[in-house]
């Protein structure tokens, strides 16, 4: 092989480690810190206070009312449903933040869909269960359903 051959090689093969370097220190910053969330524009985050204050969530009796941690390191915390929807994992921006490292930044969210509750999985990569049976979409949720995430087990209740 010629020189210039061997020097094109080592340069592709350094180039190509530290991309990969770099990618690894990436990973671990998120992980460590959590992802950067965009802040919105003030204006956009007035009009979008304006709708949810001029449209409440619907509440009838006998639907739940909070999503509480039952099992895990965090038991006892709990969101209130009517701040649906509800982002759950190690983030500071989760309503319900589990120091879990089973749990991503960004692992699942509860929200509604008119008297329907859904948990859905972000793309996490240990997944989101309800009982024993990983979801893969958006899946109705109940009162009392167990929805385990991590070490964690979550509920809806009144």
């Known amino acids: 092989m010629s020189e210039l051959t061997l020097l094109l090689i080592r340069i592709g093969y350094l180039a190509v480690l ?3 370097v770099l990618s690894a220190i990436s990973v671990v910053r998120s992980d460590m810190f959590g992802a950067r969330v965009p802040e919105p524009d003030k204006a956009g985050a007035k009009g979008r206070e304006r709708k949810k204050k001029a449209k409440p969530p619907t509440q009838r009796r006998g639907s739940p009312t909070h999503l509480i941690v ?3 390191s965090n ?3 709990r969101a209130e449903l ?3 929807p509800l982002l759950i994992g ?3 921006d989760a309503a319900i933040r589990l120091d879990d490292d089973y749990v991503s930044t960004r692992h699942a969210r509860v929200a509604a869909s008119e008297d329907q509750w859904f948990v859905e ?3 996490s990569t240990n997944g989101t269960y309800i009982g024993t049976v990983r979801i893969t979409q958006p899946t109705t949720i109940t009162l009392g359903t167990q929805v385990r995430i991590g070490k964690t087990i979550l ?3 009144k």
Do not use: N, Q, S
């Open 18 to 20: 530290w991309i990969f």
């Open 121 to 123: 999985d972000l793309g």
């Open 75 to 77: 038991v006892g915390e």
């Open 155 to 157: 509920e809806l209740r």
């Open 82 to 84: 009517a701040d649906a």
């Open 70 to 72: 039952t099992a895990g």
């Open 90 to 92: 190690r983030g500071t």
